[in-house]
Every structure is written in C-alpha cells, then in structure tokens.
C-alpha cells in the first residue's frame, strides 16, 4: 500500500469517525413537566404521573413545577412564564404583589430570576412570574421551580406555564387553583 492510500484511509476514518460522533450526540431536550405540591417527587410518581390530566391545587398549596431534562448543556437557557387567565381576577385585586421567585435544582444551574408583572401578552393572560434559568453544568436531571405565594395564598383561577429550552417554540402546560 503506497503512503498516498494509507493518507485516504486515515481521512476516510476521520470523517466516519465525526459523521458517527454527531449522529450519536443526543439532543437537549425537556422530556417531562411536572406540576406538584412535593418537590422530592419520587421516580416511580414521575413515571406514573398522568401528563394529559390538568392539576388541581388549592391557595394554600406550594405549587412547584418539576421540569426532568436530558442531555442540557452548560450555557443552555431555560425560561419558564407563569400566565394567570385574566378572566379569573377580580377588578379590585391587585396583581403586581406578586414577588420575586426561587428556584432549586440538583445541576448546580444558577438562577437569574426576571420577574415581569402587568403585561397581558395575549390580551386574556396576564404575565405573574418569569424564571431565566442558565444552565452551568452539562447533565441530565430535575431543575425545580416553585410559583411564589402572596401573603402565604395563591390566587384561585386557571394558570398558563410556557417553558422555552434556549431558542426553542414554548411548550404549554396548565393547571387550576380552586
């Protein structure tokens, strides 16, 4: 074998080599969303949790949404928007009481908590809590995000949670405080 053809089978082999890494790499990903009131949620209540059931809490209930991802990368950026419908608010309630928010997770993910209030991005929600999560660890897990109560209570109605993985479309999720 000439030096020439040894050269074409060591380039051939790197590009396989790269062709297969790539195809091999999974993609980041949210593979479930969990809303509770236990934010120790265990493995076997993640995998019997009913995705297409609509949660029901009451106002005194610490709501936190348990978000397991896959393969996220340092960098990565999760935002998460907590919607109240503004058909539930009573005209005298006051929204902008709402504080700022906390969030928790076991991928060392630091959180720079934005909190937007008073908007109504789609005419009939209203914007009550923002969370900008920026991930600094490369992993898979549970990042874990709890809706901040007002004087200990959550307002009754029916709540919209849009949460974007970098520039990814939105993915929405609902649940009820009665």
Known sequence: MSRKNVIILIII???????????????TQIKKVIFTENKSISDKEIENYNQNAIPTFKPNSQIYAVILVKNIRNKDNINIEWFIKK???????????????????????????????AGIPEGNLILIQQNKI?????????????????????????????????????????????
């Open 134 to 178: 920026e991930i600094n660890q490369d992993g898979s897990g549970k990042i874990i995000v709890s809706l901040v109560k007002k004087d200990a209570s959550n307002q009754k109605g029916d709540y919209i949670v849009n949460i974007t993985l970098n520039k990814n479309p939105a993915v929405t999720f609902s649940f009820k405080i009665q």
């Open 13 to 27: 082999s790197i590009i396989i080599g790269i062709i297969s890494y790539t195809y091999l790499q999974e993609n």
């Open 87 to 117: 058909d539930n608010l009573d005209n005298n309630q006051d929204i902008k009481n709402i504080s700022k928010s906390n969030a928790n997770n076991n991928l060392n993910v630091e959180s720079n908590t934005n909190l937007s209030i």
